[in-house]
Nanobody
């Protein structure tokens, strides 16, 4: 299992910014994709942003132009820079890492971090 530790959540006013971090434990396995999901109360978990290794980033329409996903591969860490936050961004945010050993693939999830946007 790849251990994922999230940080950076909190309470912010509308229009504010937060930066989430997710650090993956070092392993012998290769990371295929690093992603951020979120889940608001009573809602389905949705993909917010993803960063395929060697590929282009992708964003949900609701966050395009406001959120940026980035990676520090040397540190096995993925970040989510969130700007111009809106109340509808309030959710628990989860990082996800898809890994491979060359034979198969599996997903690991962070513990979740609460982001609350409120005045």
């Amino acid at each position: 299992q790849v251990q994922l530790v999230e940080s950076g959540g909190g309470l912010v006013q509308p229009g504010g910014s937060l930066r989430l971090s997710c650090a993956a434990s070092r392993s012998i396995f290769s990371i295929v994709v690093m992603s951020w999901y979120r889940q608001a109360p009573g809602e389905q978990r949705e993909l917010v942003a993803e960063s395929p290794t060697g590929g282009d980033t992708n964003y949900a329409d609701s966050v395009k132009g406001r959120f940026t996903i980035s990676r520090d591969n040397a540190k096995n860490t993925v970040y989510l820079q969130m700007n111009s936050l809106k109340p509808e961004d309030t959710a628990v945010y989860y990082c996800q890492v898809r890994s491979t050993n060359g034979l198969g693939y599996w997903d690991d999830w962070g513990q979740g971090t609460q982001v609350t946007v409120s005045s």
